[in-house]
């Protein structure tokens, strides 16, 4: 009848457990996630938004082009009208 007297201090196997994820970390790796994705979604759209921009500066800048080509050919057409008149 040999017992084995049982160990006063606990056996450990080196193996530390892990705290279990407090409500400050959960909310926090949720906020990094949403950031992480809101992130994503800016740097998708940043490239088609310049390109779209720089589409409209130049459909502005042709348009101003045209719109001074024209009042050019209005003047010379008024004047062409203006010396035909006086001609005849």
């Not at 994705?37 to 500066?57: F, H, I, M, T």
């Amino acid at each position: 009848m040999s017992d084995t007297p049982k160990p006063i201090i606990p056996v450990t196997t080196g193996v530390k457990r892990k705290a279990e994820p407090s409500y400050e970390d959960l909310k926090n790796e949720e906020l990094r996630a949403k950031l992480r994705e809101c992130r994503d979604q800016y740097n998708a759209v940043v490239p088609k938004y310049n390109s779209l921009w720089r589409q409209v500066e130049k459909a502005k800048q042709d348009y101003s082009e045209l719109a001074d080509k024209h009042q050019g050919l209005k003047l010379d057409n008024n004047t062409l009208r203006s010396i035909a008149f006086f001609s005849d």
